[in-house]
DNA sequence: GCCAACGTTGGC
DNA sequence: GCCAACGTTGGC
């Protein structure tokens, strides 16, 4: 059964020992993705007091993946908007992902959270649509699997050391949100304290699974209603 | 295809 | 545990 392979991030070198905790380790840089994943309160009855005991969640999530043919060990890893609507119940695990802060951010994702589709590594990159957590964190099979080019012979079947989640398509933007059009904002924002200030699209350009905050999710969304700019 | 950004590896 | 070399991401 074929299934889609999202190209994501990293090797299946990438040493270190399983983290347990909500947060993987990270090479020293501070910036913990735990802090990152900043709880975003969509609730308005819930305070900023609100102990959440460590537990901060975000609320929206971009997802990278690449929609033109890419090669990777021999497999093309190309998986577009589209070629998700193609699935079965137009859902997917998101596999391959092979970076410890992308994986942390996939073992905090919770059902029915919403996520941005964004297209990386191709002609117009940018956000393409909506979809949906449909199943938490599970165990990645790719990372068992000799003939992935997301296998990790270091991790074991006993303690797996990579993560999938499933997604399901929503929707698609109602127009197609271009990285040009984001970083226009981004820019501006930086000097005007806008919602797009912080984008971590921007501030963690590499990293293929992204939280992002209500505000953020909220701009973007604002966006399909104007004129691209 | 180039190359900046940045995560990972490994020598010391 | 530092840090230079290396490898990958991903825009342009």
Redesign the pocket.
Known sequence: MPRPRK?????A????PDNKGPEGK????KNPAGASVKVVNSSPQKTSASKNCGKNLSSYWLL?SEPESQLEKGVDVKFSIEDLKAQPKQTTCWDGV????ARNFLRAMKLEQEAFFYH???KE?GIAGLVKIVKEAYPDHTQFEKNSPHYDPSSKEDSPKWSMVDVQFVRMMKRFIT??EL?THHQAHKETGGPLKNMALF??????VQPLTQEEFDFILSLEEKEPS
């Open positions: 190209r994501l991030a990293g090797t070198e990438a040493a270190g990270r090479p020293k840089t990278k092979r970076n410890y802060q990386s590594n191709c990159p990285l040009a970083k501030s963690h350009q590499r990293l293929s």
